[in-house]
């Protein structure tokens, strides 16, 4: 009887060893992906890890946040040196100087065997799918669209671009005016460059409320317009009467935004497009090289603008609200 129990436990605990090693080797073998931004530390990027967290977590993987503190391309390019050396599943990255990439990129795709996307800019014009946001025809139809409710489709507006030189800024302003034209009772005034500088565009701004003091709206193509006019419109004693919509920041309009006299800041959540981002990597990985296709839904981030020629998939514009601006604190 006693080399029967004795038996038993050695079976209980090689069997529960086994159990022990089993999980442990099943935890290993989880995918890792390592998303490098530019630099660390920014709320911006902050925000960037709270998607590709919750990413990892409704997939079942491991991941690494991991970039230089500031913007360094020889530390971040060690950085990802580094990942691949691990053999990391897949890589997600947003870099500047483009060039200084080319090789390593194209090497570790093709030698290495490691996957590469991107999140916010990218590559560039390295052949990657980048997650990022603000697609210009889309936002530029929900600027218009947003402002033109909010006038009660009728009255005169103004366009606030940056360069007028810009082909990206060119694009977001013609939807716009698209958009605005499809109301015969709105009135565009004119399209005002300011070179996206704040101090111009609200001197600007000023200048167009002192013209025209029936101007029932702004749309800006340029984060510093919507801010900008909200700075003209409460100096002119008109705050929430001229309606303000466009491509926007947390923190400068949080007091605006909270106040109700800008309804139409439409912002890029950073944690949906890394949440995007790492959606487009498992599935890349998991599903036989799959690709994202116009029209497919990727949960939290919900239906971004895909378009494959370009490889980007764009997620969808966030409106800020009393309720949701304190989150961006950029």
Same mark, same amino acid.
């Given at each position: ?155 005169? &507006? ?52 002192q013209a025209n003091p029936d101007l029932k709206g702004f749309a800006s193509t340029v984060t510093t317009g919507v801010p ?16 303000i919509w466009g491509v926007a920041l947390g923190k400068q309009n949080a007091e605006y935004v909270k106040k109700g006299w ?15 981002? &790492? ?35 764009? &997620? ?8 949701? &601006? ?5």
């Amino acid at each position: 009887m006693k080399k029967i129990l004795i038996f038993a436990l050695v079976f209980i605990f090689a069997a529960t060893m086994v159990f022990a090693a089993g999980g442990k080797k099943e935890a290993e073998e989880k995918m890792t992906f390592a998303i490098i931004p530019m630099f660390v530390g920014h709320p911006w990027f902050v925000r960037c890890e709270l998607g590709a967290k919750r990413a990892a977590e409704e997939l079942g993987i491991n991941y690494v946040f991991i970039g230089p503190e500031k913007a360094d391309t020889a530390k971040q390019l060690d950085i990802f040196n580094d990942q691949v050396n691990k053999g990391v599943d897949a890589i997600i990255l947003a870099v500047s100087e483009m060039k200084a990439w080319e090789r390593p990129v194209k090497d570790t795709m093709e030698n290495k065997g490691i996957p590469i996307f991107g999140f916010d800019i990218g590559a560039g014009d390295l052949p990657i799918w980048t997650a990022s946001g603000w697609e210009q025809v889309q936002s530029g139809i929900n600027i218009g669209e947003g402002l033109a409710k909010e006038i009660g489709y009728k009255g005169k &507006v103004a366009i606030l671009t940056g360069s007028l030189g810009s082909p990206f800024l060119a694009e977001r302003q013609k939807s716009i005016e698209k958009t605005l034209a499809k109301y015969p009772d709105i009135e565009v005034i004119g399209v005002f460059p300011t070179e996206d500088d704040y101090e111009k565009a609200l001197s600007i701004c000023e200048s167009i409320l002192q013209a025209n003091p029936d101007l029932k709206g702004f749309a800006s193509t340029v984060t510093t317009g919507v801010p900008a006019a909200a700075k003209a419109v409460e100096n002119a004693g008109l705050g929430g009467k001229v309606a303000i919509w466009g491509v926007a920041l947390g923190k400068q309009n949080a007091e605006y935004v909270k106040k109700g006299w800008v309804k139409g800041a439409l912002i890029l959540d950073p944690a949906k497009m890394t949440y995007l981002a &790492v959606r487009i990597a498992y599935d890349y990985i998991t599903k036989d090289g799959k690709l994202p296709q116009p029209g497919e839904s990727y949960g939290w981030a919900g239906t971004p603008i895909t378009i494959p020629e370009k490889r980007f998939s764009y &997620v969808p514009d966030t409106p800020l609200t009393p309720e949701n &601006v304190d989150q961006f604190d950029f």
